[in-house]
């Protein structure tokens, strides 16, 4: 390898894209055309960096299948920033496969990266740590390394192990500091802020207060009686009951445990979970089916008494009763989470995130692009769609991918 890709190689591994394109901007040959689609990646023409590296894995001849497959993991790498997600997984797990053949043990390490990444942003957390589980990150240099970190910190954040994640990004900021690639460590430093923000609401008695990740992770192994806005279940230490696919029950569940230990009114239920200005007969003996389904639903955790007024929740023991609710509650929630990254998702990449079809994600889009909280850009297979940061918006315990007990 020429003296010209060599320099070029180091400057990309340094971060200084432009000095890589000086050396070979003019080049048409393989190496050259690798070397220039990952350097317009860092400058963020993902585009550019796409047809690049797809004209370098052709350049390459049919000897060279190493090379080949490290344009594939940089192609990997692009599709996972652009929030491709339909980009074939598969090719990924062939490419690395073919690395490790090779003894390129770096760049083997770098593509499972990438697929723990892949699975961590759809919430396969539990698919992430078998992946993780087979990961040797010690060849990886400290660009690699400060990622990997990043990829162990997101999966403590979902799994609400906040100690863990703290030292995960203690880590990763080492690394990048190594890396001294300034971006990098920007971006170490923005991510871990997750920790010191309001993560959720407290509400109880009448009163509310904010929670930050490490309260939350306290208050859902203290064994209170959590109904959890978040995730639409309603918990209690390891016992968990999910109600995420019957919005009623976990709508008159919510008002029950905001009301306790008093008795939340029959009026108060039938407007919150049926939105009944005006209640009749008809209404009335709705609400005594749902309650009754309810009370099935919840009888490992709670009882629910009927009152001269209404209806109380009385858990089993002497537990408190909560509501965890996010600081910041609007319509389709779940997807600003999503958004709320900074990146641009496609429709179809939100749906595969949040395993949810294409044309409710789209009507959910629209809805948000008319209160002016997303926008979009392109046109057709090329739009994307997008949010300013939100200071201080719910995007942990949104996002896709269980949580402790789930």
Known sequence: ????????????????????LKRVALRDDAPALAIRGIAMAQLGDLVRA???????ARAFGPREAVARARC????????LVSRDLGWPEKALETARVALERHGDRINAAHARNLQIRR?????????????????????LPPAARASHELAIAGIAIRRLRIEPARAAFKRAAEAAGKAGIPALAIEVRDAARVLDAPAARLLAQGSERLLSLDEVEALLSSGALVVDACRNVVRSGGDVVSLASR???FALARVL???????????????????ARHADESHRARLRVEVGRLRAALEPLAGISATARGFALMPHGSRDVVVLAPPVEVENA??????????????SALSIALSTSPRTVQRALDALAADGRVQSVGNGRARRWMMPPVVGFPTTLLLPGPLPSD
């Not at 796409?50 to 370098?56: D, E, G």
């Not at 594939?72 to 599709?79: D, H, P, R, T």
């Not at 445990?257 to 919150?272: F, G, I, N, V």
């Open 257 to 275: 445990a905001e009301t306790a230990p008093a008795d939340a009114p029959r009026a108060l239920l039938l407007s919150r979970a049926f939105r």
């Open 119 to 139: 699975l961590l942003l759809v919430g396969h957390l539990d698919a992430a740590e078998r992946v993780l589980a087979k990961l040797d990150p010690s060849p």
């Open 334 to 347: 779940w997807l600003l989470a999503l958004l709320a990254d900074g990146e641009s998702w496609s429709s």
């Open 50 to 56: 796409k047809m690049l590296l797809k004209s370098a």
């Open 72 to 79: 594939v993991v940089a192609e990997a790498e692009i599709a």
């Open 1 to 20: 390898m020429d003296s010209l890709i060599v320099a070029a190689a180091q400057a990309l591994a340094a971060g200084d894209a432009l000095g890589a």
């Open 247 to 249: 919005p009623v029950l």
